[in-house]
C-alpha cells in the first residue's frame, strides 16, 4: 500500500491499493459494466446500495436514494450500445471503501463516456454508494 499524506492531519487509512480488495472492486465494476451491456436491471438493482443515501447523476439527471436510481432505470430503454473500455482505475481504501473509474467509447458514436463509482463493501458485498456518468460529445 501507499501512504496518504498532506493536509493538516495524517489519514487514519492505513492500505491504499491493497491487491486482493482491488481485485474484489474491480471485479464488482467488472460485473456492473457486464449488467448495464446486458440490460439485466435486476443485477444493475443489486449492485446499488439499498438506501435512501445512494446518489447517481446522469447525462438525463440526478437520482436520490435507491428507489429513484432503480425507477430510472425501468423506465430508460434497453442499452444497445456496444461500449469499448479505454481506462480502468480502481482505488481502494484500507479493506471496505473503493472507487472505480471507466472511460469508454461508443462503437456508434464519436462519443466518449466517463463512469466513476464509489464502493463501500457491506453485509451483501460490495455496493455503490455513489455514482455519476457523463458524457463527451
Same mark, same amino acid.
Given at each position: 500500500?501507499?501512504?496518504?499524506?498532506?493536509?493538516?492531519?495524517?489519514?487514519?487509512?492505513?492500505?491504499?491499493?491493497?491487491?486482493?480488495?482491488?481485485?474484489? /472492486?474491480?471485479?464488482?465494476?467488472?460485473?456492473?459494466?457486464?449488467? !448495464?451491456?446486458?440490460?439485466? !436491471?435486476?443485477?444493475?438493482?443489486? !449492485?446499488?446500495?439499498?438506501?435512501?443515501?445512494?446518489?447517481?447523476?446522469?447525462?438525463?439527471?440526478?437520482?436520490?436514494?435507491?428507489?429513484?436510481?432503480? %425507477?430510472?432505470?425501468?423506465?430508460?430503454?434497453?442499452?444497445?450500445?456496444?461500449?469499448?473500455?479505454?481506462?480502468?482505475?480502481?482505488? %481502494?481504501?484500507?479493506?471496505?471503501?473503493?472507487?472505480?473509474?471507466?472511460?469508454?467509447?461508443?462503437?456508434?458514436?464519436?462519443?466518449?463516456?466517463?463512469?466513476?463509482? %464509489?464502493?463501500?463493501?457491506?453485509?451483501?458485498?460490495?455496493?455503490?454508494?455513489?455514482?455519476? /456518468?457523463?458524457?463527451?460529445?
Amino acid at each position: 500500500g501507499m501512504p496518504i499524506e498532506g493536509g493538516k492531519r495524517e489519514a487514519q487509512v492505513q492500505t491504499v491499493n491493497k491487491p486482493e480488495v482491488v481485485a474484489q /472492486v474491480r471485479a464488482a465494476a467488472d460485473q456492473y459494466e457486464r449488467a !448495464l451491456s446486458e440490460n439485466d !436491471l435486476e443485477a444493475m438493482d443489486e !449492485l446499488f446500495w439499498n438506501c435512501p443515501l445512494t446518489v447517481r447523476y446522469g447525462p438525463n439527471g440526478s437520482n436520490y436514494g435507491h428507489e429513484s436510481i432503480s %425507477t430510472y432505470r425501468k423506465g430508460t430503454p434497453k442499452g444497445t450500445r456496444t461500449r469499448i473500455i479505454v481506462k480502468k482505475v480502481v482505488t %481502494t481504501f484500507d479493506d471496505d471503501f473503493g472507487t472505480s473509474s471507466f472511460e469508454y467509447s461508443y462503437a456508434d458514436s464519436p462519443k466518449t463516456g466517463r463512469r466513476m463509482q %464509489t464502493w463501500v463493501r457491506t453485509d451483501d458485498g460490495w455496493r455503490i454508494a455513489g455514482a455519476h /456518468v457523463s458524457d463527451i460529445e
